[in-house]
């Protein structure tokens, strides 16, 4: 069974920063290219995708966090990362790692397609005060 485990949310003021970290299983995905990505969901909004790397590395990113969000991951520590810099009010939600995996690799994910992978953390909380 795929299980992601978020942590790093806090309270923060804008301007400040924050790095989010996620803890994957890698057993139970049905094929071996794995991709990942983080999503947010603010109170009476729809999920958003914020960042997407594919199985080589390559990232995406909404609109935006673009220039102010990195998202990158360490394969020996199976852990997936999300560096927030310049926080905004606006950015304040829970935030999701999720996963998915493909028979042959992508060269890149959309980071709008992360809301709809089958396997979601529990998330953590972000929050940016003005």
């Known amino acids: 069974q795929v299980q992601l485990v978020e942590s790093g949310g806090d309270s923060v003021q804008a301007g400040g920063s924050l790095r989010l970290s996620c803890v994957v299983s890698?057993?139970?995905?049905?094929?071996?290219?794995?991709?990942m990505g983080w999503l947010r969901q603010a109170p009476g909004k729809e999920p958003e995708g914020v960042a997407a790397?594919?199985?080589?590395?390559?990232?995406r990113y909404a609109d935006s966090v673009k220039g102010r969000f990195t998202i990158s991951k360490d394969n020996a520590k199976n852990t997936l990362y999300l560096q927030m810099n310049s926080l905004e009010p606006e950015d304040t939600a829970m935030y999701y790692c999720?996963?998915?995996?493909?028979?042959?690799?992508?060269?890149?994910?959309?980071?709008?397609?992360?809301?709809?992978?089958?396997?979601r953390g529990q998330g953590t909380q972000v929050t940016v005060s003005s």
């Open positions: 999720a996963a998915d995996s493909s028979e042959f690799p992508l060269k890149w994910i959309p980071a709008d397609w992360v809301p709809a992978f089958p396997h």
């Open positions: 890698r057993s139970g995905f049905k094929h071996n290219n794995v991709y």
């Open positions: 790397i594919a199985t080589d590395g390559t990232t």
